[in-house]
């Protein structure tokens, strides 16, 4: 790959009084990417990126970004960079529009432009509202607003869509792709949901106690340390489904002593017919089945033995 | 326009006046405490003393109501009301009355506490009365001062006026940047190339016209309900009110510069606030105060402030009276603003 490094992050530490809440780490993120920190609460996802959006001074290594670093060019970097943090709130008796303007004042922008974020951010209809009057999914995407203000060639969003409902995500989802095909910004997300990571971001870095515990895009990911599909079936009786011998079948696990069982395989369809056909072979019934892919959170819990949710 | 010093100050604007308390407060809450205080202390409305009588006879001259000292030219009305002794006790102790007399035959025994300088009056003016028209060798009279500038009110309203900026720039500057780190904004905002600068010059800017507007109203009211004026020169009135808001409003971003609870807040607010509050002469005079307690009083910001308004309303004073008190509020305000900038938390 040929392409331009926008974020250069090299053996970053930062510790909080006994807490290291990140470690050593080092990564490089290239343009156009979309970059998703997963990981629960207390990873150190915040930390990292505050420190790229230079709210936060690393305690040991270097971060680059556009080749530029926070010590000598923090004023260029500011116009470059658009970010929204973790639940940030606005003056109340503000409007929309009026916080638009206030913000896109500090780029020197025409008022102009907040019409055209209005619209991107679909806020238009909610442009007279007070900020104290917006729903949660309409303040977060005022904040994504304010973070596009400036055009930015990188984008830092921490915790997007956190405390939002299944509706108001897939809106905050709908405006970042747009943003991916239309302007090819650079962005870095911090979750805790997998399904945000799996949608948006091409590559995904696990992140747990201060470290990246797996990195990669999906597939890669699944390959390398989940387990492909997962088939969970029930039988009316007792049925020894391994002695089989069946092809595609990576690992057996018995849920109830030969009658519930989770089967982790390649390929849900090549392996799902040969089973129900040796049921059928041996007279037995299938009673209850279901069948998934391996998520993210499924490889979280092999990883560490939490789920990402957890606190 | 939409420079980021315009937008800013603009920002502010509208927070004040799109929420009522702030502009109740800010506005409404001085004029009516002029009002209420200076017709208290004003003698707008006449003010009739009542005095309790206990005993079996009570002579006619000491029961009804009764004018005393009508030809000395300042005339007091009391109010006679007989009451048994465990009423008069009563009414002492709940302020209602501030002496009661006891008639034992011939004798008129006062019961009052002797440092009340409100009773030690009453009783003078009684006992004069008592005993019927002076010689009239002593040429003796009371002028009343109704003059402009010797009344209460006179003294009260440049008072209020120091008390409103230093409250306006207090809470106006240092609640809101408060408010505005603990909703994490200001974080937001330093994220962008903003400068610190003109987001601290929109507060001052705002408050000096906000402040003006607050002090225009109030000074409106009391001319017009009380008759007040400014004797002094108005130029040297506008250098020490700017002043005033300059040292307020470092004041202010001091108490601002790190804190982001609100009880944390809530309590540096009152204790900048409150002391100067009582001991800076707003509403009486701050020489009752022991004198070892004085230059210390004098050298308050409030006092200063209160004290110079002051003597251009009342003194007629020009810039030269009033140049020493400018000079120092204005360091105050460069020091604080000054040690408060490089104390300021923005994340």
Request: with cysteine.
């Amino acid at each position: 790959m040929n392409k331009m490094p926008v974020i250069e992050i090299k053996d970053v530490s930062k510790s909080f009084k006994e807490i290291e809440a990140v470690k050593n780490l080092t990564l490089t993120i290239y343009e156009g990417e979309y970059v998703a920190l997963l990981g629960p609460n207390g990873a150190g996802k915040t930390t990292l990126i505050e420190m790229i959006e230079g709210l936060q001074k690393p305690d040991a290594g270097t971060i680059r970004i556009l080749g530029m670093n926070w010590k000598e060019h923090e004023q260029k970097l500011h116009q470059k960079i658009g970010l929204s943090l973790q639940e940030t709130k606005f003056i109340d008796k503000i409007t929309t529009k009026e916080t638009l303007d206030l913000f896109g004042s500090f780029y020197g922008l025409r008022p102009a432009r907040t019409e055209e974020i209005l619209e991107l951010v679909n806020l238009t209809e909610k442009r007279k509202a007070y900020t104290n009057q917006l729903s949660g999914g309409q303040r977060q995407r005022l904040a994504i607003g304010i973070a596009l203000l400036n055009n930015p060639r990188v984008l830092l969003l921490d915790e997007p869509t956190t405390g939002l409902d299944p509706g108001a995500r897939r809106e905050v989802w709908k405006i970042l792709e747009k943003l991916r095909t239309d302007f090819k910004t650079t962005m870095i997300l911090t979750t805790h949901y997998m399904e945000e990571a799996e949608v948006l971001c091409e590559r995904i870095l696990i992140m747990d106690k201060g470290e990246f515990i797996a990195a990669g895009t999906l597939p890669e990911l699944n390959a390398r340390y989940g387990e492909g599909d997962l088939i969970e079936i029930t039988f009316d009786q007792n049925f020894d489904i391994g002695a089989s011998d069946l092809p595609g079948v990576k690992r057996l696990n018995w849920v109830n002593a030969h009658t519930k069982a989770e089967v982790f395989v390649d390929n849900i369809a090549e392996v799902l017919p040969s089973i129900i056909e040796s049921t059928r072979h041996s007279n037995i019934r299938i009673t209850a089945l279901t069948s998934r892919k391996m998520t993210l959170d499924d490889l979280f819990i092999s990883m560490t033995g939490r789920h990402l949710t957890d606190a | 326009m939409n420079t980021s010093l315009y937008q800013l100050t603009l920002t502010n604007f509208r927070v004040f006046f799109r929420e009522p308390a702030i502009l109740f407060w800010a506005t409404l809450f001085p004029i009516i405490m002029a009002w209420v205080l200076g017709i208290a202390f004003s003698g707008k409305g006449e003010s009739v003393k009542t005095v309790y009588v206990i005993g079996r006879e009570i002579p006619g001259k000491l029961s009804g109501e009764k004018e005393f000292g009508e030809n000395t030219g300042n005339p007091s009305k009391i109010k006679f009301r007989k009451a048994s002794e465990e009423e008069a006790v009563k009414a002492i102790k709940q302020g209602v009355i501030a002496m009661y007399l006891e008639i034992a035959g011939d004798s008129v025994i006062y019961h009052f506490d002797p440092v009340n300088p409100e009773a030690q009056l009453t009783h003078l003016i009684i006992e004069r009365g008592l005993q019927g028209p002076q010689d009239s060798d002593n040429k003796t009279s009371i002028k009343p001062l109704r003059a402009k500038g010797t009344r209460y009110i006179d003294f009260l309203v440049p008072g209020l006026i120091a008390l409103g900026i230093m409250n306006s720039c207090i809470w106006g500057v240092g609640w809101s940047l408060i408010e505005t780190r603990m909703k994490k904004l200001l974080r937001r905002m330093i994220a962008t190339p903003m400068k610190k600068s003109r987001f601290l010059s929109s507060y001052m800017i705002t408050r000096v016209m906000l402040g003006g507007f607050e002090t225009l109203l109030l000074l409106l009211f009391t001319r017009l309900y009380f008759g007040t004026e400014i004797t002094g020169s108005i130029a040297a009135f506008v250098a020490v009110f700017l002043a005033g808001i300059f040292a307020f409003s470092g004041i202010a971003i001091l108490i601002a510069s790190r804190t982001a609870k609100t009880e944390v807040a809530n309590g540096l607010v009152n204790l900048v606030t409150l002391p100067m509050m009582i001991l800076s002469g707003i509403f009486f005079n701050y020489h009752n105060f022991p004198d070892w307690a004085l230059p210390v009083i004098q050298a308050l910001p409030l006092t200063l402030l209160a004290d110079s308004i002051r003597a251009v309303f009342i003194e007629a004073a020009g810039f030269t009276e009033i140049l020493k008190a400018v000079a120092i509020l204005s360091t105050t305000g460069l020091v604080t603003f000054a040690i408060g900038l490089r104390m300021f938390k923005w994340y």
